[in-house]
């Protein structure tokens, strides 16, 4: 098992250099704590803080740009950690969260003696699984119908009809398959120019993003973070839901904190309408949706760079834009189980089968990334002008926080809770009730990151942009 080698800050550099950050930029930062912080063979603390690390560098760059003023960045380890958890620690009127997974998710054997996850919490999902094993939703006869089943033949037919699964494999077998050679090649954070545009000033603000606008078509963790943390720094971001798209009414909650709320039906024309409209105003357009899904929508990046030149727009992706798995649906636990972590830390804890990693790192690292890719297209886009697109996943991710090396005694840590936790928590309100939920752990000296906006229920506000200062 590798050694750590590279220090966080290093890893930052490394991440803030690829899009074009000046290394200059690198001397106001302060990074604080040690590893490890969690049970984990991987570096998952480092994950969590240099991910966080980069959008709070990110915004306070764009407070220089629009100010003049430079400020000090200061991210605690444990404190990141414990963000990137954040939806555990959720308290809505002192109640803790329900149980995260539906009935029959998670982990089990097929007839290849495979170990497989099936991620049921979306109805939709749950009822794709068991029209392919043609079984009900109980575990006990989805193990059974599971054993008249190899791995990956499962995982073919469940994916055709529209389910999201993962058989377990191992880092080495990941790595043999022509989508690991194909993510490979692709940058950890991807910055590309899609059209001409003028460079769009400023608006005024007393904030690094005050005045910015965020269309957020995402759910679950990683674009609700990346949402989030544009709202910690003053953006304006509006929610977009549908009334009748699945959510996970916690992660809502954890994620919603700085938001504006709107349902628009995106099936209809009217819909569609109000969104265009919406996106004329916008300056990031941030969305989880699969390529095919959001393009027939009408609202690819080139639609959306025609529709208001200038934009910034920001795709998330489970597996990453290239490969035969690049319209794969997935979420972090599954791409944490095809990938190799959930073989490799069994492997380190020495259990027979797969051990997930002690956070969703996948989804929280990349929702930073989004922000920061967001934050960094935007300052070049008021620099140079032309439109943008940023391009993340959680799979691409996950190979950075492979390569960040591994702790051989990491599992052997003990994990964070009670007293360890309670210095990172604020009580704040909301419209669901008293919230106790966790600050933000990037600290700026003279822009510091709060949500202006409680966390609301989906479809709370009208599906328009609040007036500029």
Partial sequence: MQSPERSPHEILRDIWTSVGGEAAALDALTL??????????????????????ATGLAAAEIWKMRSGQAQDVT?????????????????????????????????????????????????????????????????????????????????????????????????DEWSATPHAK????????????????????????????????????????????????????????????????????????????????????????????????????????????????????????????????????????AYGHAGPWAERRGFDSLVQTAFGFNHAEGQAAGVDGPKELPAQMLDHATGYFMAFGAMMAKARQAREGGSWHVQVSLARTGQWLWNLGRHADGLASEDLKGEAVMPFVEEVGSGFGALRSVRHSALLSKTPAFWARPAMPLGSHPPQWPPRD
Wanted: with cysteine.
């Fill in 182 to 317: 194909a993510l490979a090649g692709l940058p950890l954070i991807s910055i590309t120019k899609i059209g001409d545009a003028a460079p769009k000033p400023w608006p005024a603000g007393d904030r690094p993003l005050a005045g910015i606008r965020v269309l957020d078509l995402s759910r679950v963790i990683a674009g609700p973070v990346a949402g989030r943390t544009l709202a910690a720094h003053g953006a304006d971001v509006l929610l977009i839901s549908g009334p009748d798209l699945p959510a996970i009414p916690w992660l809502t909650i954890d994620t919603g904190r700085g938001k504006l709320t709107s349902f628009v039906d995106l099936k209809r024309e009217q819909g569609r309408t109000l969104l265009r409209d919406l996106l004329v105003g916008a300056d990031i357009f941030s969305q989880g949706y699969r390529p095919r899904a959001i393009a027939g929508l009408g609202f690819s990046p080139d639609d959306a760079a025609r529709i208001n030149p200038g934009i910034v727009y920001v795709t998330l992706s």
């Fill in 32 to 53: 604080t704590g040690d590893e490890p912080q969690l049970p984990s063979s991987f570096r998952v603390a480092a994950a969590a803080q240099t991910s966080v690390a």
């Fill in 75 to 171: 991210v605690d380890m444990r404190h990141a950690a414990v963000e990137c958890r954040s939806e555990r620690y959720l308290r809505v009127d002192g109640k803790p969260p329900p149980p995260a997974w539906d009935a029959i998710a998670g982990i089990y054997k097929t007839r290849d003696a495979e170990f497989v996850r099936l991620h049921t919490n979306f109805r939709h999902h749950r009822d794709a699984v068991c029209k392919v094993l043609s079984c009900s939703a109980e575990r006990e006869q989805v193990q059974a119908a599971l054993l008249q089943w190899d791995g990956e033949a499962f995982e073919t037919a469940a994916y055709a009809e529209g389910g999201v699964v993962a058989v377990m494999r191992s880092h």
